[in-house]
């Protein structure tokens, strides 16, 4: 034993470079690019020099991610050819070590538990099903059948089990120090956007700043990493990235202007500032937009579904204000979350509330719904059905909205559920028609007052 | 093999240290020096009471911390944060370059943690005999772990951690400089010089909510004099974490701010060793079980003591005996929240500095209005059906204005309604309130008066008309005022009775101890 561990020794010197993982935080990663999309997927490229020998070797790459997709691994290299590439992820565990024992002699060491002496004896493991069956000499016995202490030293492990799962490639090469990068897909890695938006009443204007938050659930930490950033969700050609997203309702209308930033097709690309580490279990936040002082407003929105009655339900606040080059943020906003502060009565800022928005391109309009309004309310009564046939019914109804506040304010009042052949027969205030079944109302509501709407409608319900 | 054999001599020199990345030098600011903190109510929570155990609203929490920040870049730690903290919600301002990166590290030290970063390196393991309480340490290098147990090499051969029935502990030489004992905040800075920077932290946190509770104390009043209340309401707020927040500045909102899923967090790694080794059963043990025994069931619970002390009981009879009780009055605030508006919402803060303490509730005032008018109305729904009577609800109804002697904003919350009695104040009943802005009718179900009944019955039926007749009853010595809705198609005009918003309702008074009825007719298909 010794004196093969002194043979080591001397082995060890000349291999030292092949013990990659010695300190900590170092890492066998090379350089590291990692791209980033939306939908929890990313394709990292490590750039790692190998030293090869010359022909066929079989080369391990620890430190890839612990989700990798192993049929998406690639290898390219000067003057390497791939014969195969292997992703083990048969674990070695004490019971795999024993299983994998089975047919082979290992040391038993026997402890004294009244004086501590230990005996050392060679045993054969016969079978490892339920319990561990040995041969000592020339006799049968259960491992530990006595309940007494037992250690059980292994001349080796397996060599297919691995304490990782661990991607290898069998290569061809001419020799020498290759530089080689090796790519794969790997979920586990995710980012959106932040927002922290801050209105300023008075001024009618808020600041934005924006921030990309990427999340790392991979089970690995990529050291010193050029990051990427790529704002869509790629389909990932197994149904189930693909499908379609729900509109957020934060677009009103749809911007057609371009934007600076880099774009790789119809994605716009978010790259870091600065190499960093992304490692594993964190939240990184990274800054990539700060606009201040863009013009917005605040109006009201309530919309009432079809015989919808309430004693006073509160109407939605609404941000509005545009992504536009000129008079608004001036950037295309990827998918997250805006959060809204206001200032208090001292100075601070406090939230008011946050809505999901989704990419939205440069010169959109958007409307942001922040939360209910305590001071506007609307009353909603159905006052009147009348069947006019056996298939069409005459609906009065009564709209009253209340102002609570010190200042007038503007409430964008929506009636739907017209099933599009709704006649409106009598109205007190002229309303528009945004949409076959909706109807609009654009109320004034003084200080401290109220506004009431009568409707007749026409129709089958 | 033989290289980590190697490897696990040099060992000691190259073990982890706890040093951050790079030339990055870590500032650690530990605790705030002034907290804010504004909480939010759980939204959709309706009319449930607040979960003590988790509140499911949030707060918004402002810290400012002084941190000395030298020349270079700088990372600064942040601890003493919520532990139900969003981190993507964290600003940090006040720096003279602003910040580079935010960071939530979530990789917690922890037995699995340890071993994790020690893979392929080196620790030793302390065997203790249990005879004669003799140690040996023997250095060891980890092969394998910590999924499924560890498996570490020696100069012997590789064995297996906790297999052998050994008392075995292992022995790490540092703590890795990644792990840390809770989910961390940090962020990258920079600086040209060193400076003393003062930082402002505010993040949105999880585990907090408030509520108004009003106490509506009825006042009594001579015959004939418009009722009136005196309304009062704490503002009950709860902290459900583990952190305490002393001296803060608290305040709450009231309205419902819009608030989405948030997305998916990063999971805390870490966690116990969960050590499973080979087969160990052993030949008594066939057939084969499979270890697991069902858990005991837990011990019944100690007897509660008896707490109903006697002298308690004497006490109660002698305070009835002393007849009358005083009028219950209002308590007596001396320190009540002021109230502003914020955009849509309404806040209220507290004026002097309170300490929010962990896993508690506290209650401050909020709203003191004495002399509140209102009207004490019973309200029936007649029924499709003809049937015995049943008991009216009766409500409370004022409107938020000032002649009412109201005329603020009302956040949402329940009502204690108390009357005052011979037997001192009762309770009469508990109601919720919505939202209520100024002018806004106010409306409070109380209880149900089973002096006062209604009873409804059809007359007679033809082909296209039934008709109806409903009787209120009133067995109290003063009239009351009833207001009953018939939520059906009434044909013609029934005397008394009115549209209100849509809904035909018969608004009555009836006499002291005294019958109404009215007949109706409903139109049939």
């Known amino acids: 034993m010794r004196l093969l561990g002194f043979a080591g020794l001397l082995l060890a010197s000349v ?49 890839v991610s612990a989700q990798i997709r192993a049929e998406t691994v690639t290898l390219s290299g000067p003057g390497i050819g791939i014969v195969e590439q292997n992703f083990d992820f048969d674990l070695l565990t004490p019971a795999k070590l024993m299983e994998k024992a089975v047919g082979q002699t290992v040391t038993l060491i026997r402890t004294n538990p009244a004086t501590g002496a230990e005996s050392r004896v060679r045993a054969e493991i016969l079978a490892a099903n339920g319990g561990v069956v040995m041969k000592i000499g020339n006799s049968i016995e259960v491992l530990r059948d006595d309940g007494l202490p037992v250690r059980v030293i292994f001349d080796r492990v397996p ?5 990782r799962p661990t991607l290898s490639v069998t290569l061809e090469s001419a020799g020498g120090q290759v530089p080689t990068a090796l790519s794969y897909l790997t979920p586990g890695l995710g980012w959106k956007a932040d927002y922290v938006t801050l209105f300023d009443e008075a001024k009618q204007t808020i600041d934005v700043q924006g921030w990309v938050t990427l999340t790392n659930n991979s089970g690995t930490d990529y050291r010193n990493a050029d990051v990427l950033l790529v704002a869509g969700s790629p389909n990932n050609g197994r149904g189930r990235g693909g499908y379609p997203q729900w509109p957020t309702g934060t677009i009103d209308s749809a911007g057609t202007e371009t934007g600076d930033r880099e774009r790789l097709g119809d994605y716009y690309l978010y790259p870091l500032a600065e190499r960093t580490t992304v490692a594993n279990a964190q939240q990184k936040q990274v800054s990539f937009l700060d606009v201040t002082a863009a013009p917005a407003r605040k109006v009201y929105e309530y919309t009432n579904g079809w015989l919808g009655s309430s004693d006073a339900a509160s109407a939605s606040s609404v941000l509005k204000f545009s992504t536009s080059r000129s008079g608004g943020l001036g950037d295309q906003l990827p998918a997250g979350i805006m959060r809204v502060y206001m200032r208090d009565k001292r100075g601070d800022p406090q939230f008011i509330g946050e809505s999901q928005i989704e990419a939205t391109p440069m010169g959109s309009a958007m409307s942001i719904r922040t939360g209910e309004a305590f001071d506007v309310k609307v009353k909603t009564v159905v006052e009147e059905r009348t069947r006019r046939s056996s298939s069409r019914w005459r609906t009065k109804m009564r709209y009253e909205v209340t102002n609570a506040r010190p200042e007038a304010v503007t409430v964008d009042l929506a009636q739907s559920g017209l099933w599009g052949d709704v006649r409106i027969e009598q109205e007190s205030q002229a309303s528009e028609r945004v949409s076959a079944d909706k109807v609009e109302w654009s109320l004034n509501v003084p200080a401290n007052g109220s506004v009431t709407v009568t409707a007749t409608f026409d129709g089958r319900y | 093999m033989t290289f980590s054999r190697f490897f696990a001599f040099l060992a000691p020199l190259l073990a982890p240290q706890a040093v951050p990345l ?43 911390r002084t941190v000395q920040l030298p020349a270079g870049d700088t990372m600064v730690r942040f601890e003493g944060v919520s532990e139900g903290m969003f981190p993507e919600s964290a600003i ?25 970063a020690y893979l392929k390196r080196a620790v030793s393991i302390t065997r203790t005999d249990r005879a004669t309480g003799a140690s040996r340490t023997q250095n060891v290098f980890i092969t394998a772990g910590p999924d499924g ?19 075995e502990r292992m022995t790490f030489p540092a703590v890795p400089a990644d792990l840390s004992p809770r989910p961390t905040l940090s962020i990258l800075t920079t600086s040209s010089r060193p400076i003393t920077a003062k930082l402002t932290l505010s993040y949105l946190a999880s585990g907090f909510d408030w509520q108004a509770n009003y106490v509506a104390t009825v006042k009594r009043q001579p015959p004939g004099e418009k009722p009136k209340m005196d309304l009062f309401a704490w503002l009950t707020v709860a902290n459900g974490g583990k952190q305490s927040f002393e001296n803060a500045n608290m305040m709450v909102i009231a309205g419902e701010p819009n608030r989405e899923r948030h997305g998916e967090q990063p999971r805390p790694t870490g966690g116990a060793l969960q050590i499973r080794c080979w087969p160990m059963q052993r030949t008594d043990e066939v057939p084969y079980n499979p270890g697991y ?60 500095r309170v300490t929010v303490n962990a896993k508690g509730q506290k209650q401050v005032a909020m709203i003191v209005q004495p002399d509140v008018s209102y009207d004490r109305i019973y309200v029936a729904r007649a029924s499709e059906h003809s049937g015995d009577s049943t008991p009216l609800s009766y409500i409370l109804r004022s409107r938020n204005d000032e002649k009412s002697g109201l005329g603020i904003p009302l956040p949402a919350g329940n009502v ?110």
């Open chain 2, 92 to 116: 940090v301002t006040g720096l003279p370059n602003g910040v580079r990166e935010k960071n939530r590290d979530a990789r917690l030290l922890s037995p699995q943690g340890l071993v994790d």
């Open chain 2, 293 to 352: 025994l069902p858990p005991s069931p837990p011990p019944p619970p100690a007897p509660m003591a008896m707490m109903v002390g006697e002298g308690e009981e004497i006490m109660v009879t002698a305070m009835r005996r002393s007849g009358d009780r005083m009028d219950m009055a209002s308590p007596v605030a001396a320190v009540v929240a002021e109230q502003e508006g914020l955009g849509d919402l309404k806040l209220y803060r507290v004026p002097e």
């Open chain 2, 149 to 167: 147990g560890v498996i570490f090499e020696s100069d012997e051969g590789f064995e297996a951690l906790r297999c052998t029935g050994l008392p």
């Open chain 1, 159 to 163: 060599p297919n089990l691995r304490a």
């Open chain 1, 15 to 63: 291999a030292t470079p092949a013990i990659s993982q010695s300190a900590p935080g170092e890492s066998a990663q090379g350089d590291v690019s990692v791209t980033i999309y939306n939908n929890n997927q990313a394709l990292v490229q490590d750039v790692r020099t190998l030293s090869l020998p010359k022909g066929r070797s079989k080369q391990q790459f620890p430190d």
């Open chain 2, 416 to 525: 204690a309604v108390f009357e005052n009695s011979p037997f001192g104040p009762l309770l009469a009943g508990e109601g919720d309130l919505p939202d209520r802005a100024i002018n806004n009718e106010i409306e409070i179900v109380v209880g149900q008066s089973p002096d006062v009944r209604l009873a409804v019955a059809e007359l007679r039926r033809t082909k296209s008309r039934a008709y109806w007749r409903a009787t209120i009853s009133n067995a109290r010595n003063h009239p009351i005022a009833v207001e009953m809705e018939i939520a059906r198609d009434i044909a013609g005009r029934a005397r008394g009775v009115e549209i209100v918003d849509g809904v035909p309702t018969w608004r009555v008074t009836v006499p002291a101890n005294d019958e109404a009825r009215l007949d109706y007719v409903i139109r049939l298909r």
């Open chain 2, 22 to 64: 790079a030339a990055q030098q870590l500032v650690v600011s530990d605790q705030p020096e002034n907290v804010s903190i504004t909480i939010y109510r759980a939204p959709d929570r309706g009319e449930r009471a607040i979960d003590p155990d988790w509140p499911q609203g949030y707060a918004l929490i402002t810290e400012t």
